[in-house]
């Protein structure tokens, strides 16, 4: 336990910064977060008022890793929404045009070799080519960008791509937990426990050089982080992606979940589990569609909306609230052939400085990354808060 006397500074008061508050401040810690807007939550908050609540990508926890536990602990993740079995009978794959119950048979023979090993240093698309086929390959590749937000998943590296592949639609899928009120009532609960442990929390409060005195956790996206350490190079491969969330009054037509092997698309209900998020008798959903190269984007979301006429049948005329995004650079590590998440910039960068988010040196997708490496942050300040307090004494 480490004393008040050194204060562990945390730029950035997202999931990571809030996570990272948590971790110090449970340890004793003097916690001083500073975040550049007037609302915390970054990437993570409901983008929507009420009775809308939508978020900047998926909002689901799988409830398999270390990061699920730590805010299951804490009981922020309580209060959770489940689909019923006829949400779940709403379910479709994509495959050449067409809606179907189930992927290609192939498919499904790939997906149950569990046993595999992929290699890091060749591409997904010609490891899969030369163990299945191309077009087994392609449809693999498509399947899982609604993990990548990537139209050429195929490049990545097949270690990467085949782990995110059994995970997500292994035998041994792990579960899938949605909590009521999305993203929004989890970083709620974190700032509520944020304060209550003691944490000074300062909005509107933008971070332009690094305090002399005390750790530091630098909680930002990439680009900002950069920026602020003088680090030019300090950057990751991510996804790119649109984004439409759409409400429409409920119809029985409508799919709930539906994986795109075409063009790796993804398409998903909120209020399938959760019929909080949008008024009584109509359906909120979010469909993503990754953008191509050099493709622009207005053909990415005309093709975005072909995608929408398909699984939701006419929505067009019952919508009830229509939003837009293009999400880039920002969606999650992905790492190239010959990568590893242990090759992504470093969680301490030296003297007292540490980095947060979902593209750095920690294990797991997305968020996960954000949780994992925020704790891992955490102790590591704790130690230089504990070594710097030793040498003042």
């Known amino acids: 336990m480490t004393t008040n006397s050194t204060t562990i500074t945390i730029v950035g008061g997202g999931l990571g910064g809030l996570t990272a508050a948590i971790a110090c401040a449970e340890a004793g810690a003097s916690v001083v977060l500073h975040e550049a807007h007037r609302s915390l939550g970054g990437r993570g908050r409901a983008t929507s008022p009420a009775p809308y609540v939508v978020h900047d990508g998926a909002h689901v926890f799988y409830a398999d890793g270390p990061h699920y536990r730590w805010l299951a602990k804490r009981g922020l993740v309580k209060g959770l929404g489940w689909p019923s079995?006829?949400?779940?009978?709403?379910?479709?794959?994509?495959?050449?045009g067409r809606l179907r119950l189930a992927p290609p048979v192939s498919v499904l023979r790939a997906q149950s070799h569990r046993w595999?090993?992929?290699?890091?240093?060749e591409d997904f698309h010609s490891w899969a080519s030369g163990r299945w086929d191309e077009r087994t390959a392609r449809q693999m590749a498509s399947m899982i960008g609604v993990a990548t937000y990537d139209a050429d998943t195929g490049r990545l590296s097949a270690a990467f791509v085949w782990d995110l592949f059994q995970r997500v639609y292994g035998p041994r899928m792990p579960g899938v937990r949605w909590v009521k009120g999305g993203w929004q009532t989890v970083l709620d609960r974190m700032v509520q426990r944020a304060r209550e442990l003691g944490v000074r929390i300062e909005t509107s409060s933008r971070v332009d050089a690094l305090p002399e005195d005390g750790p530091v956790i630098v909680a930002t996206q990439l680009a900002s982080a950069a920026r602020l350490l003088g680090e030019d190079n300090l950057s990751w491969t991510s996804g790119h992606c649109a984004l439409l969330d759409i409400a429409v009054r409920a119809d029985a037509k409508d799919r709930n979940l539906v994986f795109?092997?075409?063009?790796?698309?993804?398409?998903?209900?909120?209020?399938?589990?959760?019929?909080?998020?949008?008024?009584?008798?109509?359906?909120?959903?979010?469909?993503?569609?990754?953008?191509?190269?050099?493709?622009?984007?207005a053909e990415t979301h005309r093709r975005l909306r072909a995608f929408a006429d398909q699984v939701l049948p006419g929505w067009g005329d019952r919508v009830t609230f229509e939003r837009t995004a293009i999400a880039k650079g920002r969606m999650g590590a992905l790492d190239l052939p010959g990568q590893t998440w242990r090759d992504r910039p470093a969680i301490d960068r030296g003297n007292g400085v540490y980095l947060v988010g979902d593209m750095v040196a920690a294990p797991g997708m997305r968020g996960e990354i954000t949780i994992n490496s925020a704790i891992t942050a955490a102790h590591q300040a704790l130690g230089a808060a504990t070594h710097e307090r030793k040498v003042r004494t």
């Open 260 to 297: 795109d092997l075409d063009e790796g698309a993804f398409h998903e209900s909120y209020t399938m589990q959760d019929d909080s998020v949008a008024p009584r008798g109509e359906s909120l959903y979010q469909l993503q569609m990754p953008v191509r190269r050099n493709e622009k984007h």
């Open 116 to 121: 595999l090993k992929a290699p890091v240093d």
């Open 85 to 96: 079995p006829l949400g779940f009978s709403r379910v479709r794959f994509r495959v050449d």
